[in-house]
C-alpha cells in the first residue's frame, strides 16, 4: 500500500508541474518535479526492500485479465528500466540552466514517467485488489 501511494503521488506532482510549467510558474514547477523525483527515489527504495524480504506475488487472474494485466507489467518494466536514466539526465539539464535541451528531453521523460506511474498503480490494484468476479472467463 506504501508503494502505490508513492505511485500515485509521483504521478499527481508530474501533473501539477506540467501544469505549473505551463502556467508559468517555474518555481511551482521546479518544486514538484523534485517532489516527484523524491517520492519516486522513495518508491523505488520501498519496492525493492518489500521484495528482497517478501519475494514477489504471481498473478492469478484469469481470462481478460490476463491479456490486461501482463501487456502492462511489462511495459512497465520496461519503461520503469528507462525512465531512470532519462530523469536523472531531464533534471540535470534543468539544474543546470540548459533549459532548451530539458525542455526537449522533457516532452519525452514527462508522459513515460507518468506512465510509470500510473501503470505501478495500476499493476498493483489487479494484482492485489482485482475481485475475483472480474478475473474469471
Known sequence: TVNVVLNATSATLLVSGYVFIRRGARGAHRLAMQGAFVVSALF???YVAYHATSGSRPFTGVGWTRWVYF???VSHIILATAI???VLVTLRRARR???VRH???ARWT?????????????VYS???HLPASMSGP
Open 126 to 128: 489487479m494484482l492485489y
Open 84 to 86: 531512470v536514466p532519462l
Open 110 to 122: 514527462l508522459p513515460l514517467w507518468f506512465y510509470v506511474s500510473v501503470t505501478g498503480v495500476l
Open 71 to 73: 501487456p502492462v507489467l
Open 97 to 99: 540552466g540548459d533549459l
Open 44 to 46: 523505488l527504495v520501498s
Open 103 to 105: 525542455r526537449a528531453l
